[in-house]
Antibody, heavy 121, light 112 residues
């Protein structure tokens, strides 16, 4: 079973850009849909967006104007950028793989360990 | 977006007893062409990511104990833990993957 390891800055100021990276260990990033999900006490689990084959992206309409998801297949890494963050973006951010291979509409398995991102002055 | 609503928000169950969690969606999750319900259940313990238990509303993930059972169709679904064990204390979430964006229920906390 492949493993997802994620990292990125955990403390941001309002208006800065959130950047996180997720590495696929023991598998290939090119064969699946990859998703970013965040979890906050106020909004629960929220689907941010997904990517497939580096060029096929879908984003949550509520975040679409500020989010970018990209993939580097040579490094087996998926990245998330969220611009102009506010306190409302404070959450634990997870990367996750499509549970059903190269299928857009699916459950998520496995998940990364999560990265707590706090936005504060 | 499809809204997923779980009930109850929390419940306390004795060891060996049954726990029942409900999940309701604002539109049907049954896809006519393949007769599958696009619903999954997750378990989340403190400090860990969610772990999938059930997908297609009733298919148990490999390695998940058979005391976990998913049922339901259309807009109403249930996760039943038939004989609660200490390690089952966690928060449980339902998720619809019928349409993008995928959405989750608010979670149900199960305590012993």
């Amino acid at each position: 079973q492949e493993e997802l390891q994620q990292w990125g800055a955990g403390l941001l100021k309002p208006s800065e850009t959130l950047s996180l990276t997720c590495a696929v260990i023991g598998g290939s990033s090119s064969a699946y849909y990859w998703t970013w999900i965040r979890q906050s006490p106020g909004k629960g689990l929220e689907w941010i967006g997904q990517i497939y084959h580096s060029e096929n992206n879908n984003y949550n309409p509520s975040l679409k104007s500020r989010v970018s998801i990209s993939m580097d297949t040579s490094k087996n890494q998926i990245s998330l950028e969220l611009r102009s963050v506010t306190a409302a973006d404070t959450a634990v951010y997870y990367c996750a793989r499509a549970g059903m291979g190269a299928t857009r509409d699916t459950w998520f398995d496995p998940w990364g360990q999560g990265t707590l991102v706090t936005v504060s002055t | 977006d499809i809204v997923m609503t779980q009930s109850p928000d929390s419940l306390v169950v004795s060891l060996g007893e049954r726990a029942t969690i409900n999940c309701k969606s604002t539109q049907s999750l049954l896809y006519d062409s393949n007769n599958k319900n696009y619903l999954a259940w997750y378990q989340q313990k403190p400090g860990q990511p969610p772990k999938v238990l059930i997908y297609w509303a009733s298919a148990r993930e490999i390695g998940v104990p058979d005391r976990f059972r998913g049922s339901g169709s259309g807009t109403d679904f249930t996760l039943t833990i038939s004989s609660l064990q200490a390690e089952d204390e966690a928060v449980y979430y339902c998720q619809q993957y019928y349409t993008t964006p995928s959405t989750f229920g608010q979670g149900t906390k199960v305590e012993i």
